[in-house]
């Protein structure tokens, strides 16, 4: 098996897949305590949607660097959202289930009607759940996907006090005069770049666990703030790397395998936290 | 010239009034209680003070060398921060938050300023517990060490001593009147309780249906309406204990 995995890592597609596949794992576990507290996750489970939805007109129009047009657009959305999110405690979350599951609808609409690949399912079964995209990786994705990483976590290591505050106490915050619309503003266009990065690793429908199962497995054991995040972090991270190794020796998809490696982090951890 | 003046506020929510005409003046070293039985608006009207929302009409002038954002502020508790995990130390430091400026970290002034209000609030040994895990009274002590971070002249408390039981109550009230009289730390207090209020402030707000008194807390207690909340309290506390 270690043969296996070599033979595997003397390929350089591997290598930049792991590395990819590390940073983004890294990126998304930072915001998952705050879209857990601040009862954010719609925002996170809207943009997925969306970002599907753009990644099938990306494809339709056959761009030669989908990130270029899904990102964009994504984080567009996470600012409607984000409007939306303030009102919709009057009326409902509808308007964010409709856009959501709007795009969605439209994007599998547009890759059937105009695709040109023979293999419209797998395609859309890859964008869904991540399969091997992440192998498939150019070097400027990679190179983008790295910039993009180290940019999410120095903005989160620059904010991480403002971050805090935001989180857990926004009108005290409001009357001391932080500026938390500002804040948050940055906390949805941050969402949106990882979940654009997090589709390359796990497809659209998966992001949502790798966002928040680290987090939640974290708050399982620890009580301070700077402990969750730092342990979230620390087991994202290694969930990632042994989904990825896994789903190469064994051949299953690497998304789902991943996914499948966080549930097992969470129970051990909540196993711990009983014992403890 | 007043450390804030209300005059003339109207208050209330989607064009609807809840309260009309309110004028008051709070000076530096006051002690202001404000008292008015549920829903009647004491909430919305401290909000209205620090800014979270817009009064319908009237004005809210800060002086005496306030700046408006230089104040404390205890709040009713969220349900968020029922199952934060978050220790005492990195919420009182999030008290200094005002103080960050442009920076991103906080500086050795800010952490030493946390430290000397844990230790003003009695809660120095936990600060490394887990705020959630605390009782009533220590949680809401954490959150007035907060807010002594962010101010030296201000705090508005909205119902600091709600929920806790008669024993921490009277040590709560005496934190904040040793912080008043002693610090020279202005207080605008929300309590339910008339008779604490009377007893400790210096000033009184009553705000609701059966009429509105501003006015010192010994003109309050000569008012016809100070005196039938009072009577009031007394029934219900010789109710209590009967
Ligand atoms: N966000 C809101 N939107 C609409 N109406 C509101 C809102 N918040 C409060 N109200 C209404 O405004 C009135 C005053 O509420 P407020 O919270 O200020 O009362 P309060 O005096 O603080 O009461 P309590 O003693 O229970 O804390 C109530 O009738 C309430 O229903
Ligand atoms: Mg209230």
Redesign the pocket.
Known sequence: MIATLQQYLSFPFVRYALIVGVLIALCSSLLGVTLVLKRFSFIGDGLSHVAFGAMAIAAVLRLSNSLLFVMPVTVLCAVLLLRAGKRAKLKGDAAIAMLSVGAMAVGYLLLNLFSTSTNVSGDVCSTLFGSTSILTLTRAEVWLCAGLSVAVVALFALFYNRIFAVTFDEDFGRAVGTRVEACNLLIAVVTAVIIVLAMNLVGSLLISALIIFPALSAMRLFRSFLGVTLCSAAVSVACALAGMLVSIVGGTPVGATIVAVNIVAYFLFALVARLK | MSLITCQDLTLG??G?A?LEGLSFSVNAGDYLCIV??????????MRTMLGLQKPMRGSIAFGDGLREKELGYLP?QTAVQRDFPATVWEIVLSGCQSRLGRRPFYTRADRALAERSLERMGIAPLRRRCYRELSGGQQQRVLLARALCATQKLLLL??PVSGLDPRVTAEMYELIERLNRRDGVTVVM?S?DVAAAARYATHILHIGGKGTFFGTADAYRESPLGQRFLADADGAKGGAEA
């Open positions: 929510y989607e609807e809840i008015g039985e549920n829903g009647s608006g004491k909430s919305t009207l009713q909205d119902e929300i339910h």
